[in-house]
């Protein structure tokens, strides 16, 4: 069976199990269990079996897939974690690097108080607990890029814990199908990241860009909670919003600001969980779906020829991995409680003060948009999404007369169908939100027909600096509001199709379209079939 079957029939049950046998699958039972979580060296703690609640068909072979997520979000901040060293995307190579950075002797860290701020509040919007202490370990393996020869990162205290992340994903054939789901968070650590190593095959070596080297990260941990490609791919995609959102980190995923790991099993419900692998560095939600799912076929397809799964990250030991960082004290967070009298703001992180600066959330945005404008839910969803929608939307809105519905199909179906066309950002559409108001004006007081109102929208696209009205007058397609003529028009219509008369007045429904439609042809779209059918339905 091919993967993508996996990853467009997951949504459609609220179950992890997938009975897989030649295209057919079948899902119920419930995942349980958790497992710890890190990169490069960390391995599984024990996983819960899963008890199956329904007997497979005949014929059919039973696999349930586990799936859980480690997304590395690079933090929005001018310097790097532990260096005042400046943070700039595409920078020339080894030119963003302090003394600490390159590891010399002597030098010692100093923790960018932005980036535990950024922590905290990103905690806070993922309903975690923030751990008022927190520690830094230093994680011991080799790293080509990273000087040291060791990372910095919090993996025995973070600084949050258990948290969770709420989503939709989108069921069956009809966007109109939402199902709302939980994955919970292990916990939110913050780390550095490592640099970058350029491979020359050509000359055969390994040059390395240490910019990167030491830029902090976000890395939150998801539990194995969902079940597919799809899953995890829209739980990170409403990550990347909320982290967006926050200001937390721009997570532009073209840029590596938010790579993912994904750790996947399989195995016969009723069981103990599988051997999980690991897929790692994902920077496309697109690749992540599709790796995911592929992995889980190939699991299936190995353990079904009468292979093994090979555990491919290794086995968690803290005596080998870890060490407390010895140069950096524990982080020490307050509340409006446990706030020392008189401390100095600039020397403390008040949560409470945090909290207060959070701004709205994206669900909460979307229960709004729903609230307000009668909104669907899936509708809501997709504004959000798409970058610069949502303002977009809101501009319009304010400048029409329009429905909010109206509006809606607009610049859902319309505007974003042709932004997709051409692969366009909102940002680098030819059509201002002033320009669609116009047109939408011109449609509400029936100046314009709706084909009409799509072909000066096709106008508007083409020619930047035309107005809705210009295009309306030099390509004459304003309503017809002449009574009288069009009379005239559906009395010659009438007498040149009597055929199709008589059909009507036998009660023929298609007749009446019929007629409607050949007076908008003498026309030319430009009058209105509620007013045609109208005098139509008149003079028989």
Not at 39 to 50: E, I, N, T
Not at 53 to 75: C, F, S, T, Y
Not at 174 to 191: A, D
């Amino acid at each position: 069976m091919a993967a993508p079957v996996l990853c467009r029939l997951c949504p459609g049950r609220r179950w992890s199990l997938a009975y897989i046998n030649r295209g057919s699958r079948h899902e119920t039972g419930t995942p349980t269990g958790s497992r710890s979580s890190g990169k490069r060296g960390q391995s599984s703690g024990v996983q819960q079996p899963l008890i199956t609640a329904e007997k497979p068909r005949k014929g059919e072979h039973e696999w349930a897939a586990v799936v859980g997520l480690e997304i590395h979000a690079q933090i929005s901040s001018n310097s790097k974690l532990f260096s005042g060293s400046q943070v700039h995307f595409a920078a020339p190579p080894n030119s963003l690097v302090s003394f600490f950075d390159a590891s010399l002797p002597g030098t010692l860290p100093v923790l960018n108080r932005r980036c535990v701020e950024a922590a905290v509040m990103t905690g806070l919007a993922l309903n975690c607990r923030i751990n008022k202490k927190s520690l830094f370990d230093r994680k011991h393996y080799f790293y080509a890029d990273l000087p040291a020869g060791y990372q910095i990162t919090q993996q025995r205290l973070p600084i949050a814990v258990n948290g969770s992340l709420a989503y939709s994903v989108f069921v069956g054939k009809k966007p109109s199908q939402l199902i709302n789901k939980t994955v919970r968070i292990k916990q939110i650590q913050l780390e550095q990241d490592s640099g970058k190593s350029l491979h020359d095959d050509r000359r055969s070596q390994t040059l390395i860009d240490l910019n990167r080297a030491g830029v902090g990260l976000l890395e939150v941990v998801l539990e194995p909670d969902m079940s597919c490609g799809e899953e995890a791919a829209t739980a990170v995609k409403e990550l990347q919003l909320i982290l967006q959102t926050l200001g937390t980190s721009q997570a532009n995923m073209a840029e590596g600001q938010l790579r993912v790991d994904a750790n996947i099993s399989v195995h016969h419900p009723g069981e103990p969980l599988g051997v999980r692998t690991e897929v790692k560095n994902l920077n496309s939600a697109r690749f992540l779906a599709k790796a995911i799912d592929y992995e889980i076929q190939r699991q299936i397809n190995e353990l079904e020829n009468g292979g093994e799964i090979l555990n491919e990250t290794r086995s968690f030991d803290y005596k080998l991995g870890f060490i407390p960082e010895p140069n950096l004290p524990p982080l020490l967070l307050y509340d409006s409680v446990s706030l020392p009298a008189g401390a100095d703001p600039q020397q403390v992180i008040d949560i409470d003060q945090i909290r207060k600066r959070l701004p709205e959330l994206p669900s909460v945005t979307r229960e709004k948009l729903i609230q307000q404008y009668g909104m669907l839910p899936e509708h809501s969803l997709t504004l959000l999404n798409e970058a610069g929608l949502l303002e977009f939307f809101q501009n319009v809105m304010k400048e029409t007369r329009a429905e909010p519905k109206k509006v809606t199909s607009w610049v859902l179906n319309t505007f974003l169908g042709f932004l997709k066309q051409q692969n366009l950002a909102v940002s680098e559409s030819p059509v201002t939100p002033s320009a669609l108001a116009e047109l939408l004006n011109l449609l509400d007081r029936k100046a314009i027909s709706s084909s009409a109102a799509k072909q000066v929208f096709e106008e508007l696209w083409r020619s930047k600096g035309k107005t809705p009205a210009h295009i309306v007058s030099e390509k004459e397609l304003g309503l017809l509001q002449d009574r009288e003529t069009l009379e005239q028009l559906c009395q010659a219509t009438m007498e040149e199709h009597p055929q199709v008369v008589m059909d009507m007045k036998k009660g023929n429904p298609r007749a009446i379209n019929k007629l409607i439609g050949l007076v908008r042809k003498a026309t030319l779209s430009r009058a209105d079939p509620t007013v045609i059918k109208e005098i139509l339905e008149k003079k028989l």
